[in-house]
């Protein structure tokens, strides 16, 4: 892909700001459904948590055509004044709004089974598979046109982040003591109506987030139109020989298992074992802390040890707080919330760099092959995001329905042991193999990531 570098405002804070705003507003769509849709269906509308996890993993084999799709489409796209990318926010964020809105429609809670069922798996994929896929991957590959800088990018990566981090502050925070209620036996309780609220709340509070990513970042590197023929074989036959690609869509779908069933058993293990929901945004609002605390220093101590490197450790400190956790099984509510929240540093490191990891595969991939293909290799990292989130909600789901739980054994002593175990051994299984891929399969570290911004400075007669 042919590249031209162009006249534009230096890059600064309002590209930053518009970045975060960008993940923010994913994330008032993104994070409702991975904390709050299967606690929706199971609770509300009497699904069983095995149906609302096998639906996530169907939903992501259309993924695996509409990402590369989408990916594709941004690569053959005209740029226009505002580049590539960025028109697609704003054609997209309205629908992408509406489509989560409409998963949490609680006037059909007394409808046929069949019919929330459908209903449940329309919703789905016209949100995750067709909207958020069409304002995603433009909004994702962005980020290697705003600036060509690996620094700057780090810096992207961090902001991208701390939109994150915000909107979970939202999110985890907030809603947790809105949409939960204590009925008249004292148990903690979910409420349908007021779920609908909030998302119709996070919807509009999307739509102006994603506004705002579009007036405020700028598209300097020029990305030109990709002229050759698409080839799905090809795509497959490059794929697998990008080590680099392999290595960061196996760590991607590690890190969203370990953070996803973390998140979503919140609405179990806080409301249901603890029987504490002030805790559980208690937790979430200590996640913001450690984030943005880590945020301010994370693109120093990266450029002084390498992305890899400390995502890496970031894993390994995970894994031991959640182990010790399970060997623990406390009933002390702030003990455990303590140790999620040093488990919580993993998440918090690999999603302050994983961005700017994403734009290092691009470039190694320009280095190797000397073609640029943002948008592809984006698309196919975002479905490993999306295969990280369906592997969590599918086996959430399997394992929570193995425990006996519904709606009616919620509260029974076996269930929420079950519920504790899930909470801790699965998000400790995924940093464990998180640490391993980074160790073993992902090849770019520190010497590599600056040895291939050298190369590509020099290409570009910088």
């Known amino acids: 892909m042919n590249r031209q570098e162009t006249k534009e405002?230096?890059?600064g804070m309002r590209d930053r700001l518009g970045c975060m705003f960008g993940d923010f507003g994913n994330d008032f769509t993104f994070l409702l459904s991975s904390m709050f849709l299967m606690k929706f269906y199971t609770d509300v509308m009497g699904v069983s948590a095995a149906v609302v996890g096998a639906m996530m993993m169907i939903?992501?084999?259309?993924d695996a055509f509409s990402d590369v799709t989408m990916g594709q489409?941004?690569?053959?796209?005209?740029?226009?004044?505002?580049?590539?990318?960025?028109?697609?926010i704003r054609r997209m964020c309205g629908p992408v709004a509406l489509a989560s809105f409409l998963m949490y429609a609680v006037w059909f809670k007394d409808m046929p089974m069949g019919f929330k069922i459908f209903?449940?798996?329309?919703?789905?994929?016209?949100?995750?598979?067709?909207c958020y896929t069409g304002i995603n991957i433009p909004y994702g590959s962005m980020a290697s046109a705003i600036t060509a800088d690996p620094k700057e990018r780090t810096s992207l990566s961090s902001f991208r982040t701390i939109g994150a981090t915000l909107a979970n502050t939202v999110i985890g925070v907030v809603l947790p003591l809105i949409v939960y209620y204590e009925d008249a036996q004292g148990n903690t309780v979910f409420s349908g109506s007021r779920m609908m609220t909030a998302a119709l709340l996070c919807s509009v509070?999307?739509?102006?987030?994603?506004l705002l990513c579009y007036h405020m970042t700028t598209e300097r590197v020029k990305m030109e139109k990709t002229a050759e023929k698409f080839s799905f074989k090809e795509l497959i036959r490059t794929t697998i020989s990008n080590r680099a690609l392999i290595g960061i869509v196996a760590a991607a779908l590690l890190l969203l298992l370990a953070q996803l069933t973390l998140s979503g058993m919140g609405n179990y293990i806080y409301p249901n074992y603890f029987g504490n929901r002030e805790a559980m945004s208690t937790a979430n609002m200590g996640v913001t802390v450690i984030t943005l605390?880590?945020?301010?220093?994370i693109v120093n101590i990266s450029g002084k040890y390498g992305r890899k490197e400390l995502a890496g450790v970031g894993a390994a400190v995970g894994a031991i707080a959640l182990i010790a956790a399970f060997i623990l099984h406390t009933k002390n509510v702030w003990v455990f919330v303590a140790l999620y929240l040093i488990?919580?540093?993993?998440?918090?490191i690999f999603n302050l760099v994983c961005w700017a990891m994403i734009t290092d595969v691009i470039d190694d991939a320009e280095v190797r092959t000397g073609k640029r293909s943002d948008g592809t290799i984006y698309a196919v990292y975002s479905f490993a995001r999306k295969l990280g989130q369906a592997a969590s909600s599918g086996l959430t789901g399997g394992l929570l329905t193995m425990v006996g739980y519904s709606?009616?054994?919620a509260f029974e002593p076996q269930v929420v042991d079950g519920i504790y175990n899930i909470t801790c051994l699965v998000p400790a299984a995924g940093f464990i193999l998180l640490a391993l891929a980074l160790k073993f399969l992902y090849p770019l570290d520190k010497k590599q990531v600056e040895k291939n911004a050298k190369i590509l400075r020099e290409k570009r007669g910088e």
């Open 407 to 409: 709606a009616a054994t």
């Open 119 to 130: 209903w449940m798996f329309f919703t789905y994929l016209l949100w995750g598979s067709i």
């Open 73 to 88: 489409i941004c690569d053959r796209c005209r740029p226009g004044k505002k580049g590539k990318f960025a028109p697609w």
């Open 205 to 210: 509070g999307a739509i102006i987030c994603y």
């Open 9 to 11: 405002a230096p890059f």
């Open 293 to 297: 605390a880590l945020s301010t220093v």
């Open 343 to 348: 488990s919580s540093l993993g998440t918090a």
């Open 59 to 62: 939903a992501r084999v259309v």
